[in-house]
């Protein structure tokens, strides 16, 4: 029994081909007390209800204010983290209850790259050893020898293959976080969640680093679950864009409809809010600011938890949850009363 | 222009290293007049923290050698007395910087800090000077001031932390605020509260201010002008249209390039300046961009790998580091950058 069985606040279609498919996913962190008995007081309720899907070749961007759940929500569909509630299905499989084990094998198919390339590569491995790892793990030989397979994924990302012997620390942030797309794609696999891959990048290098992972994908037909809080890139980047508050999804919708359709009051304030590389638009562009600062995840507020920051709250918002329902072909959302504005 | 607030002419910082001499900022020439925003784009170690912690008076200068002239309102800062610019600081001239951690101290409550940052230039009495950190506090929109003053650091959120630290810089009125990437930490609907924040005091004080950013983003929404940094020198500078919608250098064309436009089509191609920074030791001879330039074949005679170019007007106000013929840099530009240059300035002049 989890607490999602009572309200099914998330709902989304299902598509034939998806290759990840997430249903009402929940992720609760449990604070315990002091003492010696450690008993429980309560929860950090990163994860409250998310539900998408993700289908081959498509990215999915992921957005929100820091802390809302981005980072849980991916780590939980990958089931690095085990999910408090909901149903988690890869390529029509049911993977929410798998052990550790049996989750090695699916591992080659699903992969992650992080935001940190400094910590996230062990400093004391070679390059070599690094990109070769998931080899090792999964018992992959390549019929040409690792070497040299590592190698091509090195020439493949726009590393110099020679360097194969160096260490992480004699390479820069860009090409650290190559390091890290060359080790997530060394077993071809289908969907690789990216958390923040360019978020500590120089824009330069942001773009070098966009480019090769939108070249990856057309080559290697990858699905890409896209987390960042740089809604222009993710814009760019992705078919799809998921809006996430203080662990739900508000809306879910194409990138362009997410920009100049938006439904939904938080997704108006957010998309405002960012400044456009361009002075002329900026003179002439509406900001909905927002009060006051997200709401704690312990105790989310009752209702519609974005209903403390809205300028649009009524007293309905606060009794009863909005569902996350298809408003328009393909497009969803949560709340009482979706209006569409254009903003940019 | 009116006579410029802060006027920095020919400014250079050298650490000496175990690796050799690392020329930080090399020979950095702008200036900021009150009620004006100037923005300093580059990326990461272009020298954009070093030249604005050489106009606080920040940088030892035992270890680095620091040289060229930094005029406030008229006062040269570089040759006057240490005590002289300690006293201007926090006064005259305040920054706020990307970590408020940095500047804040863990172990002291708000208020103890502000009414510490008052009575270091005024003297007044503890209860006033706690008056006016309240009131600070209430101007920045901090609620309930009263009660944050009891709190530490680590009590607020990042956004309240940036807000403190940018109260502390405020308190004194200075008349020059140079603000080191402050809301680059922060998520983008705090953001827009900084953003808005700054403008409101920038409207009621007349401030002057310095932004460093990397957020191109931010530049169009706040700057008037802009100064593009590269390997410690100024590759152009211009006011905001210069640089948006006339850019000529090009690395200005690369920087634009990188980031995605919302008046481009999703799907267009990034266009990113291949390789990486240069390192600060051993520059190149020639243009410190030219390792990354697609460009320098069409400058006759080598001239970008042997000869240093200087920084030239193409106007008054704009001014470009390149070797490459100005009717060509116009022609490559509205070429790049497309639609976005196509010059929508010209319609209403
Ligand atoms: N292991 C954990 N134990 C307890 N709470 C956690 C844990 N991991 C995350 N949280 C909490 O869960 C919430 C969501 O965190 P998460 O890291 O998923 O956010 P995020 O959206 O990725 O934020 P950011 O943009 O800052 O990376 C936060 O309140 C966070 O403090
Ligand atoms: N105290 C120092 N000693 C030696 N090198 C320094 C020192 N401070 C800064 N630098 C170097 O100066 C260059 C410019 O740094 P900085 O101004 O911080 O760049 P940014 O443009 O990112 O703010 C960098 O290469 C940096 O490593
Ligand atoms: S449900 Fe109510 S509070 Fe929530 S977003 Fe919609 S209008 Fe705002
Ligand atoms: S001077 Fe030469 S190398 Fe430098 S930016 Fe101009 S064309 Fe490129
Ligand atoms: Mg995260
Ligand atoms: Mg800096």
Known sequence: ?344 | MSDPFLQVKDLRVQFPTEDGVVSAVDGVDFAVAKNKVLAIVGESGSGKSVTSQAIMGLINRKTAKVTGEIRLDGEELLTARPEQVRSLRGKRMAMIFQDPLSSLHPFYSIGKQLVEAVNVHQDVSRSAAMQQARDMLDRVGIPNPDRRLKDYPHNLSGGMRQRVMIAMALLNNPELLIADEPTTALDVTVQAQIINLLRDLQREFGTAIILITHDLGVVADMADDVVVMYGGRVVERGSIDDIYYRPEMPYTWGLLGSVPRMDAGRNERLQPIPGQPPSLIRLPKGCVFRPRCAYHELVPGNRCDTERPDLLPVTPEHAVRCHLDPAQRREIAAERLGVATADPAMEDK
């Not at chain 1, 983290?81 to 929410?96: A, W, Y």
């Not at chain 1, 094998?105 to 062990?122: A, K, V, W």
């Not at chain 1, 606060?318 to 959302?333: D, K, N, S, T, W």
Request: proline residues 7%; aromatic residues 6%; contains cysteine.
């Open chain 1, 1 to 344: 029994m989890t607490a999602v069985d009572e309200s099914n606040t998330s709902v989304v279609a299902r598509r034939a081909d998806a290759l990840l498919r997430v249903e009402q996913v929940q992720k609760y962190f449990p604070i315990t007390g002091g003492g010696l008995l450690k008993r429980k007081v309560g929860d950090v309720k990163a994860v409250e209800s998310i539900s998408f899907d993700v289908v081959p070749g498509e990215t999915l961007g992921v957005v929100g204010e820091s802390g809302c759940g981005k980072s849980t929500a991916g780590r939980t569909v990958m089931k690095l983290l085990d999910p408090t509630g909901g149903k988690i299905e890869f390529e029509g499989r049911d993977i929410t209850h798998l052990s550790r084990k049996e989750m090695v094998p699916l591992r080659r198919e699903m992969q992650m790259i992080f935001q940190d390339p400094y910590s996230s590569l062990n400093p004391r491995h070679t390059v070599g050893s690094i990109i070769s790892a998931p080899f090792k793990v999964q018992g992959v030989k390549p019929t040409r020898g690792v070497q040299a397979e590592v190698q091509d994924l090195m020439a493949r990302v726009g590393l110099n293959p020679e360097h194969y012997n160096r260490y992480p620390n004699e390479f820069s942030g860009g090409q650290r976080q190559r390091i890290g797309i060359a080790r997530a794609i060394a077993l071809r696999p289908k969907l690789i969640v990216c958390d923040e891959p360019v978020s500590a990048l120089d824009v330069s290098i942001q773009a070098q680093v966009v480019n090769l992972l939108e070249d990856l994908q057309d080559e290697f037909r990858l699905a890409y679950i896209f987390i960042a809080h740089d809604l222009s890139v993710v814009r760019h980047i992705s078919d799809r864009i998921a809006v996430m508050y203080l662990g739900r999804i508000m809306e879910l919708a194409e990138s362009e409809r997410i920009y100049k359709a938006p439904l939904h009051p938080y997704t108006h304030a957010l998309t405002s809010a960012v400044p456009l590389p361009d002075p002329r638009a900026e003179r002439s562009r509406e900001r909905i600011l927002l009060h006051g600062d997200l709401p704690s995840p312990i105790n989310p507020p009752s209702g519609c938890v974005f209903r403390t920051r809205c300028p649009k709250a009524q007293d309905r918002c606060a009794q009863e949850i909005p569902v996350l329902r298809e408003l328009a072909p393909g497009h969803y959302g949560a709340c009482h009363f979706p209006e569409e504005r254009h903003l940019i």
